[in-house]
């Protein structure tokens, strides 16, 4: 059984930093590509950043280009994304994602991805 835990949701000043962990346990070999979304309650659920686990690609939304950095750690099945200049609305709540398989959808999509964390709150006052 596959697993996504999220850990390092936080509460930070604007301009603070924080490094959210996701460690996959599980059948995790299969894992193309992981993902941090977010989520406001009441709005879509939002792509933040994607890596291509075998390739190394890595992608970013437009609001975080520049403050956040996806990357890996493979001996540990872990993907962290490190946010730095944080805003406050950065607050929300971020979820792990991951790829077993291939499909066409874009890395950002969260149609791309089958398995899911529950999520680690990051709050940001202003």
């Known amino acids: 059984q596959v697993q996504l835990v999220e850990s390092g949701g936080d509460s930070v000043q604007t301009g603070g930093s924080l490094r959210l962990s996701c460690t996959a346990s599980?059948?995790?070999?299969?894992?193309?590509?992981m993902a941090w979304f977010r989520q406001v309650p009441g709005k879509e659920r939002e792509g933040v950043s994607a890596?291509?686990?075998?390739?190394?690609?890595?992608y970013y939304a437009d609001s975080v280009k520049g403050r956040f950095s996806i990357s890996q750690d493979n001996a540990k099945n872990t993907v962290y994304l490190q946010m730095n200049s944080l805003k406050p609305e950065d607050t929300t709540v971020y979820y792990c994602?991951?790829?077993?398989?291939?499909?066409?959808?874009?890395?950002?999509?969260?149609?791309?991805?089958?398995?899911w964390g529950q999520g680690t709150q990051v709050t940001v006052s202003s």
């Open positions: 994602a991951a790829l077993a398989g291939y499909n066409d959808a874009s890395p950002l999509s969260p149609r791309k991805y089958n398995y």
């Open positions: 890596i291509d686990i075998r390739g190394g690609d890595t």
């Open positions: 599980g059948v995790t070999t299969y894992f193309n590509y």
